[in-house]
């Protein structure tokens, strides 16, 4: 449960338990707003439940909310030093595998500007080699993926797998079911804090989208003479090739 400014306390989670062995993929997919970024966060310790319990055992590192403990007006090294120490590593162990870090990330002409003047996808890039050269036991990757070119995400993949073959437990929240198909053993759906469904992640992904296809023709009203159109002399009939609620069109792209 939440408790708002109003003190109104929300149920965030029911009824949610799951095991994750070392060298495991879990794969946990849902809607916006299903509650995948706050179950990271509770077995991150960010939070703490109000009933029931999150047992973690081994060294955890987290790649939750890009920007989360960076310090925008230090330096990228700088960051990759404090990000070091916050993932369990020690001073000297740090600048030991500071070169490699900032290899990993491709930052080399840039590790000493402010963090400040990175984007987002360089901020990504310096978070991730941080914890994946700090030797998790346990990682926990929200979303951050999906952040940069696709190159690097590629990249991310290997030192995943790499990772997922020395031992280390993964729990990986993502909208993107390539990944969780490509590098994860199980999935897990949960929405509106529920668990839907756990195992093989092709069956889960296909009751997945077939739950949210079935939600959008719901969604998208009956088709009439006014609400179909043509386009490029192909006709779009609502229900059959054009879906969504219609409250919002996009009637001209120009570019």
Known sequence: ?????????????????????????????????????????????????????????GRLGALLELGTGSHPTLSGRDNAIIGGIIAG???????????D????????????????????????RLAFSTIVHADPEILLVDEVLSVGDIAFQQKCLVKIRSLREAGCAIL???????????ICHRAMWIDEGRL??????????????????????????????????VEDDRPLVLQKNRLGTQEIQI????I
């Open 251 to 254: 009637s001209e792209v120009d």
């Open 172 to 182: 990986l929240a993502t909208h993107d079911m390539s990944q969780v198909l490509e």
């Open 89 to 99: 590593m020690t001073r000297r162990q740090v600048l030991q595998r500071i070169d």
């Open 101 to 124: 870090i900032v290899r990993f990330a491709e930052l080399e002409e840039y590790i000493d500007n402010p963090l400040r003047t990175y984007s987002s996808g360089m901020q990504m």
């Open 1 to 57: 449960e939440l408790r708002s400014a109003a003190k109104e306390r929300v149920q965030v989670f029911a009824d949610i338990s799951f095991e994750l062995a070392a060298g495991e993929v879990l794969g946990v997919i849902g809607r916006n707003g299903a509650g995948k970024t706050t179950l990271l966060n509770l077995v991150g310790g960010v939070g703490q439940p109000d009933a029931g319990s999150i047992e973690v055992r």
């Open 196 to 229: 839907i469904g756990t195992g093989n992640p092709i069956e889960i992904i296909e009751k997945y989208r077939e739950r949210m296809s079935s939600e959008t023709r719901r969604l998208t009203p009956p088709p009439t003479q006014e609400n179909n159109t």
